[in-house]
């Protein structure tokens, strides 16, 4: 089965977001994937509500946000109206994820569970059959452009075990610093979703490297 392919706004030109939209809308890409970051969670900050909205209006594909901000419960009801087709939250910042997880599903959005580099596989254990996506950072959050953690590969494997042993039929989403290098190995390991940025932004020919991600 193909890999979903979900190329990362974060990556693209703000300038030009209508364009880069219609570019993900015309290629083999699957879903297209949003970073919110508050400048508290994560270092820095990038787009907002107004701009979910916007691209929405144009946007043809399943809409991917992953909020990496603090205490996302407060946001979930609006991100969805914005037009999430999907809603991520971090265990990290959650003080009741449980709680958050259910209000994501009642939204009507699917939900998303992402946890950091480092942070144990294992802490997923009591969620991860309430929920739709584990995104698996395989980069420290809050930039683009760095290079892929090798400990994701072990991250994924227990990952796919954890699913397996819950029924869970969770997707296993990899995001940071995939490239048509890694991206036969981590489907080897189990994934089933590529977040691409700077892989597919800095080329030349953004849609043939999403057609190759999706058939490498």
């Known amino acids: 089965m193909n890999p ?3 190329p990362s706004l974060l990556a693209s030109d703000f300038a030009n977001l209508e364009r880069e939209v219609t570019m993900i809308n015309e ?3 699957e879903w297209i994937h949003i970073d919110i970051m508050d400048g508290v969670f994560v270092p820095n900050i990038s787009m907002g509500l107004p701009v979910v909205e916007a691209i929405r209006r144009h946007a043809r594909k399943t809409m991917d946000v ?3 901000i603090i205490d996302p419960g407060r946001y979930i009801h609006a991100f969805r109206k914005a037009g999430a087709d999907i809603i991520s939250i971090h265990l990290e910042a959650c003080p009741h994820l449980n709680r958050d997880i259910q209000e994501i599903k009642a939204s009507g959005a699917k939900a998303g569970v ?3 580099p480092h942070t144990p596989v294992a802490l997923l254990e009591n969620c991860i059959a309430d929920i739709d996506v584990v995104n698996l950072m395989s980069v420290n959050p809050g ?3 760095q290079q892929f953690l090798d400990i994701t590969y072990d991250k994924i494997r227990q990952t796919a075990e954890l699913i397996k042993a819950k029924g869970s039929s969770a997707l296993i989403e990899i995001d940071g610093g995939v490239t048509l290098d890694n991206a036969r190995a981590i489907l080897d390991a189990g994934a089933h979703v590529l977040v691409a940025g700077n892989t597919v932004f800095s080329d030349p020919n953004p849609k043939e490297v999403i057609r190759k991600l999706r058939n490498c």
């Open 4 to 6: 979903i392919v979900a």
């Open 143 to 145: 930039y683009g452009g």
């Open 66 to 68: 992953h909020l990496m």
């Open 27 to 29: 290629s083999e890409a």
């Open 114 to 116: 992402a946890i950091n």
